[in-house]
Each structure stands twice: as C-alpha cells, then as structure tokens.
C-alpha cells in the first residue's frame, strides 16, 4: 500500500507540470497586465513600461515561465503585484481564514445533513421525509448569494448577532484569547450559510443510498437474525449507505481550502475565494499561478485521500 | 398427531400493492410443517414460493404489503406479530437461508461477526463462549479452517463456503424450523450437492423442520418428505414426495414432470408448458388459474371454485380438470409433444 501511496505522489509530478504549462500560458492570455490599474491620468505612459520591463513581462512566455518554474519548485512563487507581499505568506495567512471557515462548515454540513440523510431515508415516503425533501430543495433552489444577504441582513445587520464583515476584530492582539474567539465570532454566520447551502447533496445522497441499502439481500438477513430494527441500522443499513459518502471525504477535506467565492465575498471574510477573484481582476499572475497550482495539487490529493479511505472502510477495495 | 406439528399455515394470503390497490401474490394457502420434516414447496418464478417463505418471519416491506389469514406457531399467530415481537422468533426458532450467499452477507462485516450476531441477541454467553461457538458452528458446517474463516470478509470466500456460512447462520441457535429460499440455485452444480446434504444432515443432528423452497424438482426428489406445488398463487398439489413423483396428478404437476430432460428420450426439443404466468395484477382470481395455458382442455371439465380435493390419503389435487387432462399430443415414438399453434 504505501509503495502505491509513493508511486501515486511520483504520478502527480508529470501532472502538475502539464497543469502549470496550461495555467501560464492562458494567465498570460489574459488582456492587461499588472500595472494597468495602476494608469491615472497622470502617470507617464514611460513610467508604465519601465516598470514592465523590469518585472520581465515583455520577455517571451517561455523565458518567463522557465524563470517561474525555476523558483516555484524551490517553494517561491514571487511577489504579488498588487499586495506587495511574498505570495506564499500571503496565500498561507488566506488559506488559514479559509481552512477554519471551511472546517466549521464541513462539520455543520455533516452535522445537519447525516441525520436528516438517515431519518428521510428510514421513513421515506412518511410527512418527515416529505418535509426532508422541501428542506432540500429549497435550499438547493436558493442562489448562494441570496441566502448570504438574507442572513446577513437578519442576523448581522437588524439583530446584530454576529458581526457583518471581517475575519476578527481588530481591536485584538494575535495570540490572545480574545482574538481567537473574535475570529471563531466572525466565522458562524459565514460557516451556517455555506453548511446550509451544501446540505441537498449529501441528504439527498444519502436518502436515497438508504432506501437502496434498505431493501438488500444482507439487510433481510440481519433481520432474519431476529436483532433489533436499530441494530440493523446502525451495524447494516447505515454503514453501508455512508460508503459513498466516504468515497467524497477524501475531496472534502481537500477542498477545506478552496473556500467560496460568493460566501467570502458577501460575508467581507478574507479568503482564498476572495483572493483568487482579486487577483484575477487584477491580473496578479504570482498569485494565480500559485493559486491554480495549489488547487490543481489538492484535486489530485483528494482522489488519492479518497482511495486511501475507501481502502480503509470498505474491505473489498484494496490498494495494490 | 398434533403434538408433533410445527407450524400451520391456514388460508393465507399476502398481498402487494400496485398503484393504492393490492394485489394477492399467495393466495389462500394452507400448509402444515412437522418435526423433522422437509417439506419443498416448487413452482416456477413468481408463483409466490418466495413471498410465502419470507412472510412466515415477516420479511416483507410492511408499508406495501397486506397479510391475511394464520400463520400458527407455538400457538402465536405470526402475521399479526409486531416486528419487535417477531425478532424474539427470527434466529432463534425460525431461521433463513437465501438463495445467493454472496448479496445475503454483509459486505463490510468479518464473518465471524455476522454468524455471531444472532447469538448476542438469543443466547446468554459471554463474549468468549460466543467466539468459541462461532467456531465451532463453522466446523459444524465443514469449514476446515474456521479460525481464518470467521476473520475473512465474504468477498474472500467461494460460493460453496458463503452458503456454508449462511448454514451456520441459520442454524446457529438451533431454530425449530429452517426455511430453505432457493439454497442451492446460486451454486456450482457440484457444490449444490454438497450443501444439500449438509442441510439434510444439520436436520437430522437438530431435528428441526425444513420449509425448502426450489424450482428444482431434482432436488425435491432427493432431499424432501412432502411437496406442495405452487401455481400463481396456490397450492395447486400437495402429496409425499413419492407419491408425487409416481402418480402426479393435476396437469400442471405432469407438465413440470415432462418437462425434465430426459437422458434417454430421443426428443430434439424440451418439452415446455406454453404460455407463462400471468403477472400478479392480470391474474385470473375466479376458475382454474392453469386453464389459460392448457386450452385443448374442455371448459367443463374446470370446477367453477377449484378446491383441493384429498385423493388418497395426504394427496391433495386442486380442481377437476386433472381427470380430463391429457398432453396434446402423441408423437410416433411414444413421446408428448406439446400444443404447438
């Protein structure tokens, strides 16, 4: 198993290659370059091209490619443009606000999901299951960016439980208590919205895995063993039905830090979503590069993660 | 007489519901089961062989399904049982085999777990005397090596072995009656004899009545004391086994006799009975429900209500149609062939 583990890690080497080619050569395709939102009406149009020229960005791609993958394998993928800051520092504090937001979510999505999954199925077709299935799909139905400004205006901007922007307040030290709990303050709202928004999938997923799994040869058997009904839930029908579900964690726990785009952007929260779309509108090409890159590494991480757990949860798959 | 009777099944009826109405899939069946008796129950798919066998311990969905009539055992009704009053007798009294070993386990579970579970919820042992009885079990039923056996998930093993396993289930809290679903139709012809006899030998060391569903009339003559064929429904014949076999009686018994291969016929074609069975929803509920598919037979010769009639002793024939009945056709060499249009 881990000499597959090796080999699988090996594999992505010539995959995430090919994905930087793709990723440079279309960020360069991209109309303007960095310093274009920087014109005002009184900057010298020499200024502009000297700055240019000094970054490189009229050198051809390849030249600059060759010069970026030189320093990205070494862990340096460059300054950003616009932030003036080490992109790796910059990504990591993101990745940081995203992973906790995401975690919080994840944990609430699972939270309400699996059981509402689990009760639909067990009592489907009954008014429970039906009422399951109106949650679901009105929640599914909602745009993200509705359900975020419908929260926000009730619970940040008329109650005023929770603040309306930001990832902690200011007024705080790092490292003290109170910044910490001032970060996990600012990551509620977000978190309940992005959890509710994610729910359909999995409920409906598992709805259905546990009225297939309901109506199996083996799950008859249990019950010809005479064992209490939650017995053949809990140790038949439940851990089967859940298979599927482990097959994603893998992609999930990956994708903790992708974070959302309307979420962060709505909820003012600074993240990897939000970072991403910036630096595109501003074309910081470090940064997305960086960006793509990390996604790209993740994706392929998740699928690998996912076989791993597959392999632990389910006996018959084995990694060979 | 009485004392030794098992379970009794009086005018049953289990019923499926298509579209708000419901539909009978057993239609009024009486069945009685003794000690020490394997009594085979054979018609062809979907004549409700397997419904009866998974109502007895009510393995059916309850929200779709509709049961009347008695199913007597230690003078409890089972069809009007609730499930938690039924899972006191499922496992421990009346135990299942199915029909393939390899969906009936579950998956995810090592074997021994699976064979142990019905011991937890019947018996009394400690965690260690179960473990060693799990062992023991799979001896019993000729595992050679029952402590790897009982670590080993089902997709590891063969299909002669999942059944094997499957029999140490079922018999793993010496049940009263064990319903036998389709036990061998999975399986390697070489291996289904193999677990035939270990049935029949588990009977014999446990003493307890074998309700063998099949449509495999070979094994019927083999194995069972008394047959009762199934025809859309009901019981259409009811005899012990020899009885059946020598002198069958109602057509539709005769026409699965004749359709057997026959190693020293010199017939090119099988004989087959024509036509199928009609599906539940457009099935004749008034007549003799095989007279669709014996039509060179005279309407008369049909009772209006076919009832079963005891012919001779323990011989039961439903309708009046098998003394008129004949094959259609007589071919030179002495062989039927059957109604061709």
Known sequence: ???????????????????????????????????????????????????????????????????????????????????KRDVASLIGERALNTFWLSFLSVILLYAIAIPLGILAGRYHNSRLDKTVIFYSFFTYAIPTFVLSL????IFGYKLEWFPTSGSVDIKYEPGTLGYIWSKGYHIILPAITYAILGTTGVI????????????????????SKGIPTRKVYSKHIIRNSLLPIAAFLGFTITGLLGGSIFIETIFGYPGMGQLFVSSISSRDYSVITALVML???????????????????DPRIRIE | METDVLLRIKDLHIGFRINESFYNAVDGVSLTLRKNEILAIVGESGCGKSTLATSIIGLFDRSNTRIQGEILFKNKNLATLT??????????????????????????????????????????FSSHDRKR???????????????????????????????????AIAISCKPKIIIADEPTTALDVTIQAQILDLLVEMQQETGAGIILITHDLGIVAEVANRVAVMYAGEIIEEAPVKELFLYPKHPYTRSLLHSIPQMNSYTNRLNAIEGMVPSLKYLPRLGCRFSSRIPWIRKEAHEKRPALHEISPGHFVRCTCWKEFHFNKVKGDGTYELYAN
């Open chain 2, 133 to 167: 009885k799990v062992l023991e079990l799979l001896k019993q039923v000729g595992i050679q090596n029952p402590n790897r056996v009982s670590r080993q998930f089902p997709h590891q093993l063969s299909g002669g072995m999942r059944q094997r396993v499957m029999i």
């Open chain 1, 295 to 313: 996604y790209g590494f993740l994706t392929l991480l998740g699928s690998l993660l996912s076989d791993i757990i597959m392999s632990i949860v």
């Open chain 1, 150 to 153: 419908v929260f926000l205006y």
């Open chain 2, 83 to 124: 499930e938690d009053q039924l899972n006191d007798i499922r496992g421990l009294d009346i135990s299942m085999i199915f029909q393939d070993p390899l969906s009936a386990l579950n998956p995810l579970m090592r074997i021994g777990e699976q064979i142990e579970e019905g011991l937890i919820y019947h018996t009394k």
């Open chain 1, 204 to 223: 409906q997923y598992l709805r259905s895995e546990i009225i297939d799994t309901k109506a199996m040869d083996f799950v008859r058997t249990a019950r």
């Open chain 1, 1 to 83: 198993m881990w000499k597959t583990i090796v080999r699988r890690f090996l594999l992505m080497i010539p995959q995430l290659f090919v994905l930087s080619i793709l990723i440079f050569i279309l960020a360069k395709f991209m109309p303007g370059d960095p310093f274009t939102g920087l014109i005002t009406p009184e900057t010298d149009p020499s200024r502009i091209e000297e700055l240019t020229e000094k970054a490189g960005l009229n050198d051809p791609w390849h030249i600059q490619y060759v010069r970026w993958i030189a320093r990205a394998v070494q862990g340096d993928f460059g300054m950003s443009y616009t932030f």
